[in-house]
């Protein structure tokens, strides 16, 4: 539900600003949880550690089997507070200020949740409001200025400034404490010094507890604030007529002689077009923002968007003259872009892909030797004969490091193409004094290629949106105007790993039980704890497409202009794609733990050593059945009241439902 209260206010003649505030409150929103995460208790929560068997239940998966079960939940909730300023200057005297339009807005906002969309994983699944605080759209702070000048020759300069607050990210300590296969969890406030203790680690955001333990107090979520962005934009237009010239008179006004008049020139009828070409290159982009606090390089990239726009009137010789009565619009844009990838990623060390953990201490343990426990010991380092051939092969798609540590120890900066083209074009029709009417049309196409982590895990996607729209604006009094209006629109989706119709991987590599459609072939989803994911995509055709119906009045009374309406909207949503055609495979130490109680020690054993030896944690398969087909009707209705006090007060209240 959302809540605006807003004053306009004429200050002079050519000044007019306007404060808005407005409230909104989300109830029922979506995130996704693991409901058979393990009963745990984690250190995020205030109940005690779970050390088996000291706690009942502990490491017990609620349907007895160990597995993830993620599903939506309607348990989300948000509130925001935004202040808008909007500000009109118009000088409207003087050869030069009457060609000068300046306007300027800032936004004050406030915005907090516990969830960030569907796909959102609390850091806690059994606990989601401990995940409430600052939201990831909270932008504290935006500022707008711009203006457009006349200038001699139909030249037209608009310049304008755009400034915002930095975009809030969450720090976490890449931990799972809460067994639900989701790294998310945050780290402990703590004290810098001179000599930290080794779980303390100090960074240029402050300094943390990695391993916090009961009670202590956790760092709030998107507690960190990234870098301020700042935008000036120049840009010069010119705009082209074609046509004839009508002229008309028009009295000089008092103190002129009598009798004179003074021609006044109108361009009416006339086709207009224009163009553009819009160039941006990283020569003059800012240096990347150092997170790590070690500097990168540059990513060379361009954006060259080129147009044009044409409108007038409609006529069509020796069958139709719209003049004065139809007007077309129609514009064309294509794009063509190197957008910049800078991602960072944790990779194992040459040592650890070759089954040797000395570097990282960790002591491992033969999962075959003893199921019940104990486990004869590895040492550190895993025989070579005993890693699985699967997992050999595998290694091959990650890249050995290329920085420095073994947390964040691999970056990758290159270029992806992305082109786009768009055509917009609309129909003005004036059928008589009470009744317009307007047709839409526009059409989006994106075609683009995009890399996750790794070189060897890109997609190719292709993207196409339509939308029609048809409206009748009914002018049935002076006081009471309706509009009415029907849209359709459509989008499509087609997403391919780069690998589908190429090289059955998973056959070469031995992993059998998986899809076997040419569409589906590629590398399996493999999670871990410590490294990043292997995460080749998956294929996915998406149709989604909307009915809507809307309807507009106006009432004018008195001091008081009512508006109120609503829409009803009919939406399909239709997917096909495989789940997890591949196999979804989760290393966690597990395996390579030892025993307590017949159940893995908690912390102990290393995921890339289960890795190796190719014995998942967890594992999931799903497909066969690619088509899913979802349909839902959604109304909303709204009323506003814009009650002007004073000549220059008007005080505008609303309230809208959906």
């Keep these: ?91 409207g005297s003087g050869r030069i200020m009457s060609k000068l339009t300046l306007n300027g807005f800032y936004v004050l906002n406030y915005a907090d949740s516990d969830t960030s969309g569907p796909t959102y994983m609390p850091s806690d699944p059994l606990n989601p409001s401990l995940d409430y605080g600052r939201a990831s759209f909270d932008y504290r702070n935006r500022v707008f200025m711009g203006g457009t000048i006349g200038l001699p020759k139909a030249f037209r300069l608009s310049p304008f400034l755009i400034a915002s607050s930095g975009v809030p990210f969450n720090i976490t300590s890449g931990d799972d404490l809460f067994g639900d296969a989701q790294f998310s969890s945050r780290p402990g406030v703590a004290t810098c010094s001179a000599t930290p203790a080794p779980n303390i680690v100090q960074t240029k955001f402050g300094c943390f507890n990695v391993a916090p333990g009961p009670g202590d107090a956790i760092l709030p979520i998107n507690d960190a604030t990234g870098p301020g962005r700042f935008v000036l934009n120049l840009r010069l237009s010119k705009t082209f007529g074609f046509g004839k ?77 719209g003049s004065d009565r139809t007007f077309f619009f129609v514009n064309y844009t294509h794009e ?60 091959q798609y990650v890249p050995l490091p290329n920085l420095p540590g073994t947390v964040q120890n691999y970056q990758l900066q290159t270029t992806v193409p992305v082109t786009t083209d768009s055509v ?29 982590s790794f070189l060897d895990f890109g997609s190719h996607s292709s993207t196409r949106n339509q939308n029609v729209t048809l409206g009748l604006v009914q002018n049935w009094s002076p006081r009471l105007v309706n509009s009415t209006s029907v849209n359709f629109s459509r989008s499509r989706i087609d997403l391919l790993s780069d690998h589908s119709f190429g090289t059955d991987i998973a056959a070469e590599l031995g992993i059998t039980g998986i899809s076997t459609s040419p569409i589906d072939y590629g590398i399996p989803l493999i999670d871990f704890t410590n490294f990043s994911s292997l995460n080749d995509p998956v294929p996915t055709l998406t149709r989604n497409q909307t009915f809507r119906f809307i309807d507009n009045a106006t009432y004018t009374f008195m001091k008081h ?5 609503g829409e009803a909207r009919r939406i399909q949503n239709n997917q096909r794609s495989d789940p997890d055609p591949r196999g979804l495979f989760t290393f966690s130490g597990a395996a390579t733990a030892p025993t307590v109680n017949g159940l893995p020690a908690p912390g102990a054993g290393f995921d890339f050593a289960d890795f190796l030896l190719g014995i998942p944690d967890a594992s999931a398969i799903a497909f066969g059945n690619a088509d899913k087909y979802l349909r839902a009707v959604q109304p909303d209705l709204y009323f506003q009241d814009d009650w002007r006090i004073a000549s220059g007060l008007t005080l505008l209240l609303g309230l809208r439902w959906e």
Excluded: W
């Excluded at 539900?1 to 807003?6: A, D, N, R, V």
């Excluded at 250190?43 to 009942?56: I, S």
């Excluded at 999962?367 to 070579?384: D, E, H, K, L, M």
């Excluded at 917009?424 to 890399?451: D, E, P, W």
């Design 1 to 91: 539900m959302q809540t605006s209260l807003s004053l306009e206010r004429q200050l002079s003649k050519s000044v007019q600003v306007s404060l808005t505030y407005n409230n909104a409150r989300g109830e029922d929103t979506l995130l996704e949880a693991n409901v058979n995460a393990p009963v745990l208790s984690g250190t995020q929560t205030p109940t005690p550690a779970c050390v088996p068997p000291a706690v009942a239940n502990c490491g017990v998966y609620p349907n007895g089997i160990r597995e993830n079960i993620y599903q939506y939940e309607s348990a989300g909730i948000f509130r925001q507070n935004q202040f808008f300023a909007n500000v009109t200057i118009r000088p």
């Design 245 to 321: 010239v009508k002229e008309a008179t028009a009295p000089t006004g008092p103190g002129g002689p009598g009798g004179q008049s003074r021609r006044i020139r109108q361009a009416i009828n006339r086709v207009r077009f224009s163009f553009f070409d819009q160039f941006q290159d990283s020569a003059f982009d800012a240096r990347p923002y150092a997170l790590t606090g070690v500097p990168s390089p540059k990513i060379g990239h361009y954006d060259d968007k080129l147009g044009a726009n044409i409108g007038g009137p409609l006529k069509i010789p020796h069958i139709y003259n």
């Design 424 to 452: 917009n074009a609309h129909v003005l029709h004036t059928i008589n004094s009470k009744f317009n009417l307007n047709v839409g049309y526009n059409f989006n196409s994106v075609r683009q290629h995009a890399i996750s």
């Design 336 to 395: 063509m872009n190197q957008s910049p990838v800078d991602a960072f990623s944790s990779v194992p060390t040459a040592a650890e892909r070759a089954g040797d953990f000395s570097g990282v201490g960790a002591q491992l343990y033969d999962p075959y030797s003893n199921i019940a426990g104990p486990r004869t010991s590895f040492g550190s380092i895993i025989p070579t004969a005993d890693i699985n051939p699967a997992a050999a092969g595998l290694l």
């Design 561 to 565: 202009t009512l508006k109120f309406g």
